[in-house]
């Protein structure tokens, strides 16, 4: 069987559809995208996962009241959908070592710079490359990492550099990180991990 997937986006949800064309056209062969989860009701991520025929889950982090409340019904959600692995896919949210140890090594993030710069708590979607413009670095990039406790700070999975260009606002920067990194590089991480835990299922 193949490695059951969830996505977990928080808005526009470009990257869940670059996983999921990748999927339709046969380059996750060890995976299946089988849920979305969202804490943001109104996320157009959504409907890119409904076009797709993939089933979405909206958890609230306001309505469960709690952090541990949130992680608990997100937790309830996966073990439901029998899911193997997470892909944070511009989720904004953060999780606990509570939630994350339930799942070493099987939570992936992709985030939008060359960790360790510009990362952690508080750079997330445009502040990142706004920061990187403010310090007018010549390169930057996308990283995919597991997901620990420490926020953006897993193992490093793959990186793809991008170069910065005059003229460059936060948001033609943010576009073309998307375009060269990106959407390449996490659909290839998504079955490099999804290969290894149908390797690791079929083992046992
Ligand atoms: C992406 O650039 C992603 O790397 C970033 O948010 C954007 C979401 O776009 N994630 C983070 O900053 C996480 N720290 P998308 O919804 O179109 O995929």
């Not at 997937?5 to 990257?15: D, E, Q």
């Not at 990283?143 to 910065?164: L, R």
Request: aromatic content about 6%.
């Amino acid at each position: 069987m193949k490695t059951r997937i969830a996505i977990f986006v928080s808005g526009g949800g470009t990257n869940l559809q670059a996983l999921l064309d990748a999927e339709a056209a046969g380059r996750i062969p060890h995976g299946e995208i089988a849920l979305v989860v969202s804490n943001n009701p109104n996320a157009y991520a959504l409907e890119r996962a409904r076009l797709a025929g993939v089933p979405g889950a909206v958890i609230s982090k306001k309505e469960c009241g709690s952090q541990a409340a949130f992680e608990c019904q997100i937790q309830s959600v996966l073990e439901l959908g029998g899911i193997d692995m997470i892909i944070l896919a511009g989720f904004m949210c953060i999780l606990s070592e509570n939630f994350t140890k339930k799942w070493p090594n099987r939570i992936l993030n992709i985030h939008p710079s060359l960790i360790p710069a510009f990362c952690g708590e508080g750079f997330y979607g445009l502040k990142v490359h706004e920061a990187a413009l403010e310090r007018g670095v010549k390169i930057t990039g996308a990283t995919v990492h597991f997901v620990n406790e420490i926020p953006d700070g897993g193992p490093i999975i793959a990186q793809q550099a991008v170069a910065v260009e005059t003229g460059d606002t936060p948001e033609t920067l943010q576009r073309r990180v998307m375009e060269q990194a990106e959407w390449i590089l996490l659909p290839q991480a998504a079955e490099m991990v999804s290969q290894k835990l149908y390797e690791e299922r079929k083992g046992k």
